[in-house]
Each structure stands twice: as C-alpha cells, then as structure tokens.
C-alpha cells in the first residue's frame, strides 16, 4: 500500500509560480511512474504531466508544457511539480498518482495509476 501526500498548494497571482511535492511512502518508488493530474470544478480529472521510472523522462499536456516542470528524487521518495507562468485556468485541485512498478505504458492516462493523493488546492487569481 502506498501513500502519497501532496503539499505547496495555495493562492498565487497570475504570471507567479507555485511548486507541488507529493510525498511517497509505504511501498517502492523507484520503479513506479509518476503523474499529476488536475481537476478544476464542473471538469473532468486531467492529465498534467508524468515522469517515468526508466530514465526520468517527462511528459506533459499541450496546456503547461514550457511552463510546468516534473522531477523526482528517488533517494527522498518525493516528486515534484514546478509550476511557473501560472494562469487563472491553471485554477484546480491537483493530484499526485503513483503507477504500478515497472510499468511500460504510456503514463499519461489515470487507469495506469494504481494510488492517489488527497489532493492540493492551488487558486491563480488574475
């Protein structure tokens, strides 16, 4: 059983910046898949970004590439999620998943996560 704990969300201006850490315990973490996803009121839960067991590679949505930025430290079972440029309809309540271990899939898709974070509020007024 993993846990995931999310922290760093709050209320931040238009144009500011915002970083997100989800922390792991209770299983390996290493060897799983990362992802954030967001949910804004009255929309469905939205991919925003992974980064992969094999070799860290990211991937994120159309919507925040070039401005959102995923890492992670293994050694600290922790990821992270950098947010910059912040936009009012970045607005939502984002979610950390962690996938199965050893996972191949794509990583962008929710029915590839197995645990799920209790969620992090962040508000960008404009």
């Known amino acids: 059983q993993v846990q995931l704990v999310e922290s760093g969300g709050g209320l931040v201006q238009a144009g500011g910046s915002l970083r997100l850490s989800c922390a792991a315990s209770?299983?390996?973490?290493?060897?799983?898949?990362m992802g954030w996803f967001r949910q804004a009121p009255g929309k469905e839960r939205e991919f925003v970004g992974a980064?992969?067991?094999?070799?860290?590679?990211?991937y994120y949505a159309d919507s925040v590439r070039g401005r959102f930025t995923i890492s992670r430290d293994n050694a600290k079972n922790t990821v992270y999620l950098q947010m910059n440029s912040l936009k009012p309809e970045d607005t939502a309540v984002y979610y950390c998943?962690?996938?199965?271990?050893?996972?191949?899939?794509?990583?962008?898709?929710?029915?590839?996560?197995?645990?799920w974070g209790q969620g992090a509020q962040v508000t960008v007024s404009s």
């Open positions: 209770g299983g390996t973490f290493s060897s799983r898949n």
């Open positions: 980064i992969k067991w094999r070799g860290g590679t990211t």
């Open positions: 998943a962690a996938g199965t271990p050893w996972a191949v899939g794509t990583a962008t898709r929710s029915n590839e996560y197995d645990y």
